[in-house]
T-cell receptor, first 111, second 111 residues
Framework: QKEVEQNSGPLSVPEGAIASLNCTYS??????FMWYRQYSRKGPELLMY????GNKEDGRFTAQLNKASQYVSLLIRDSQPSDSATYLCAVNTGGSYIPTFGRGTSLIVHP | NAGVTQTPKFQVLKTGQSMTLQCAQD?????MYWYRQDPGMGLRLIYY???????DKGEVPNGYNVSRLNKREFSLRLESAAPSQTSVYFC??????????FGPGTRLTVT
């Protein structure tokens, strides 16, 4: 079992809908959780990070962390075609220099 | 503030040729990383430098060498390129928190 799992997709949602992207992890020592967005032929860019259980909001984006069930989700409200990208989940243990990345979920928002 | 920059953007090499990929960051970050990204494989860590003067192997270091030239610059060298090294290479940097900042990538083809 990989330490960080993401459904590769593609996840296809209509414009204006809520897109829900999930990431599960197997190591309970992971404490820091990041979401990156990667457009085609570009480098990943940091979207959000969270350290504590519960929800963290930033505009249309919400990161939900459930440490008891060992998953972190990214919700995108009012999805736009410009949100079409691959979303990478990354996790870190405390004090580690090396994050563990999931392989990413491809999101397609169609008009 | 350019963030993380990489040169070149594209490169085609013949098997056995050598080259150096350059990376620089202007965010005064201590840690820097080199990744490769291949279809279906996600991001794989090649080498990282936790701080100026140190380098360590990542998941896939064979065939590569690195140099942390100073706090800003971290280069990746392919001494004898092989077709298996055809990939997209990303440099990243990180400050005292866990979030990484990525460069735009170098697309390398080895024929």
């Amino acid at each position: 079992q990989k330490e960080v799992e993401q459904n590769s997709g593609p996840l296809s949602v209509p414009e204006g809908a809520i897109a829900s992207l999930n990431c599960t992890y197997s190591n309970s020592a992971f404490q820091y959780f990041m979401w990156y967005r990667q457009y085609s032929r570009k480098g990943p860019e940091l979207l959000m990070y969270t350290y504590s259980s519960g929800n963290k909001e930033d505009g249309r984006f919400t990161a939900q962390l459930n440490k008891a069930s060992q998953y972190v989700s990214l919700l995108i409200r009012d999805s736009q075609p410009s949100d079409s990208a691959t979303y990478l989940c990354a996790v870190n243990t405390g004090g580690s220099y090396i994050p563990t990345f999931g392989r990413g979920t491809s999101l397609i928002v169609h008009p | 503030n350019a963030g993380v920059t990489q040169t070149p953007k594209f490169q085609v090499l013949k098997t056995g040729q050598s080259m150096t990929l350059q990376c620089a960051q202007d965010m005064n970050h201590n840690s820097m990383y080199w990744y490769r990204q291949d279809p279906g494989m996600g991001l794989r860590l090649i080498y990282y430098s936790a701080s100026e003067g140190t380098t360590d192997k990542g998941e896939v270091p064979n065939g590569y060498n690195v140099s942390r030239l100073n706090k800003r610059e971290f280069s990746l060298r392919l001494e004898s390129a092989a077709p298996s090294q055809t990939s997209v290479y990303f440099c990243a940097s990180r400050d005292t928190h866990y979030e990484q900042y990525f460069g735009p990538g170098t697309r390398l083809t080895v024929t």
